[in-house]
């Protein structure tokens, strides 16, 4: 038997990053949106744990482990350890969403291991427990869970759903190199500390559904660490801006670019000047969506 669980890629609408705290990580003020870019986890019960990383269209997988360090295993076993069982799975993943790329890749697999074992073996996991289950594995995977559009505080785990009137439209433009979160991090420390922004402009632009607001608030405390880092990534900034993009953003910790666009269309437009520009891929989505959700059981 086995059971396939979906999970969408997520991108930070509003990062605020506060000085690092005692235990390492930052304080944060987000507003998560679940993207139209998923993972597929296929989970089978076996004698051992073990992985394997399919491409969904042209992800460059290559960055995925394959041994117990996949984050999907420390799932498997942190919820088996959670009900005092022992077993194990195969694990099958098929990405649509980019490695290292600033949009949950890991932390969407984790959460999708989750509901997938939970589902496979029956043990009816109270959503509570799946949620703090979840908060061990990484400060994004609750979202992961969660999906739609949400508030997050704490160094990210902490989540709320808040009211979206809007369907958003993106143009995301990944970057062949991954960025390491923690290296981010890093950098944002070396940085002189930003000015507190908060992220009410972002969420009264959701709550209202309007597209101008929403390109005017977007806000990442993390793209100047990560330009630091790799410099050349304001090149794709530049052109983005330049496509006619109505505000740029970077995702997460990066490297992935987003440009919010008004509706679907012109998103391919967009896409299609970019391509043409020598871009290798781009690639449109759109959010809120689902957070993680059963699409197959066989
Ligand atoms: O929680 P997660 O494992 O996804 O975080 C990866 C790394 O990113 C952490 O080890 C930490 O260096 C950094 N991080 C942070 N503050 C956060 C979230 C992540 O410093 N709020």
Do not use: C
């Amino acid at each position: 038997m086995s059971v396939t669980v979906r999970a969408p890629a997520k991108i930070n609408l509003h990062l605020g990053v506060g000085a690092k705290r005692e235990d390492g990580y930052h304080p944060l003020d987000t507003v998560y949106l679940a993207v139209s870019l998923y993972d597929d986890v296929t989970v089978s019960t076996s004698a051992v744990w073990s992985v394997d990383v399919s491409p969904i269209g042209d992800v460059d997988v290559s960055g995925v482990p394959l041994d117990d360090s996949n984050i999907v295993v420390k799932a498997g076993r942190l919820l088996t350890a959670h009900h005092g069982i022992e077993r194990a799975a195969a694990i099958g993943i098929s990405k649509g969403i980019p490695v290292a790329g600033g949009m949950a890749g890991g932390s969407a697999d984790a959460a999708a291991t989750l509901v997938a074992l939970d589902r496979l073996w029956d043990l009816q996991t109270s959503d509570d427990d799946l949620l703090a289950i979840a908060a061990q594995l990484g400060s994004d995977v609750p979202f992961s869970l969660l999906g739609g559009t949400a508030h997050g505080t704490g160094r990210g785990e902490l989540v709320e759903q808040v009211p979206d009137a809007g369907t958003w439209w993106w143009v995301v433009v990944p970057n062949d190199e991954g960025l390491s979160t923690s290296a981010v991090y890093r950098a944002f420390d070396a940085l002189p500390t930003p000015a507190a922004v908060g992220s009410g402009a972002v969420l009264a632009a959701l709550a209202g559904g309007d597209l101008d607001a929403l390109a005017d608030a977007l806000h990442n405390d993390l793209e100047a660490p990560a330009l630091e880092l790799r410099p050349a990534l304001r090149e794709t900034a530049d052109d983005l801006v330049g496509s006619g993009v109505r505000a740029r953003l970077l995702s997460g910790s990066g490297p992935t670019y987003l440009g919010l666009v008004a509706d679907q269309d012109s998103a391919h437009h967009i896409r299609e000047a970019l391509l043409d520009q020598g871009y290798e891929r781009v690639v449109v989505a759109t959010g809120p969506v689902a957070g993680v959700h059963l699409v197959d059981y066989a």
